[in-house]
């Protein structure tokens, strides 16, 4: 698993008066909280970034004096106008506590339908997850190949992995292949075609029928 790793500094000043200058001085204050009192931090906006604008799950390395502390961004608050980075939140990970996290779901293998034509459709990006930080894993994957047009693969069919609990609904589908508009309009054509050849063979055996049971 990545880990995207950072320099903190100790803030001297908390809450909304600390934060404030901190901001002036052109970083993002924050917070770590886990198995210890909280505590008052800054970050370089510019280290941190690639851990929140990104589809991507990372682990985040804090290193605030020496101390390589291991953890998650559990919140980030942005100014509602201007879109800027306010606070964040970081979670220290700590062996055999777990945690609840939402990772990316990503699909792998060619289905013989997609092959075909069909066309893959996600139903779910991110799946929630109960963890300890030594199972923590920044993705689960899950095998498509087998699907068929028209069918779907629920969250039940997520292999999740040792020491891995998915808190998503079992039976919420996840991804799906759909039959091409293409492949329908053939699909309808053929049954107009084979409907047609019926009626048409129908008519004639009635008539044969007819024509046999006519008396001279």
């Known amino acids: 698993m990545e880990t995207i790793v950072i320099q903190a500094e100790k803030r001297t000043v908390a809450g909304t008066k600390g934060a404030a200058d901190t901001r002036r001085k052109g970083r993002v204050p924050a917070i770590i909280y886990g198995d210890q009192e909280p505590i008052a931090v800054s970050v370089d906006m510019h280290e941190v970034r ?15 004096d020496g101390d390589n502390m291991r953890c998650i961004i559990k919140d980030v608050q942005f100014h509602p106008v201007t879109d800027n980075v306010l606070h964040i939140d970081f979670l220290r ?3 055999g506590h777990k ?16 092959k075909a034509g069909g066309k893959l459709i996600p139903k779910v990006r991110r799946v ?3 963890v300890a930080p030594e199972h923590l894993v920044d993705e689960l994957v899950l ?3 087998e699907l068929n047009l028209g069918d779907s693969m629920r969250v039940k069919d997520i ?11 079992p039976g919420i589908p996840v991804v799906s292949v759909e039959i091409p508009r293409a492949l329908k309009s053939i699909e309808a054509e053929a049954a107009k075609v084979a409907e047609a050849e019926g009626e048409a063979t129908g008519e004639e055996a009635t008539s044969e029928e007819g024509e046999g049971s006519t008396e001279e």
């Open 93 to 95: 990970l700590v062996e």
């Open 143 to 145: 095998d498509v190949t």
């Open 128 to 130: 929630k997850i109960k």
């Open 50 to 64: 690639h851990a929140i604008y990104t589809p991507n799950f990372h682990v985040v390395g804090v290193n605030l």
């Open 159 to 169: 292999q999740a992995g040792e020491g891995i609990e998915i808190l998503n609904t």
């Open 99 to 114: 945690i609840k996290v939402e990772i990316p779901l990503k699909f792998t293998g060619i289905s013989e339908w997609i």
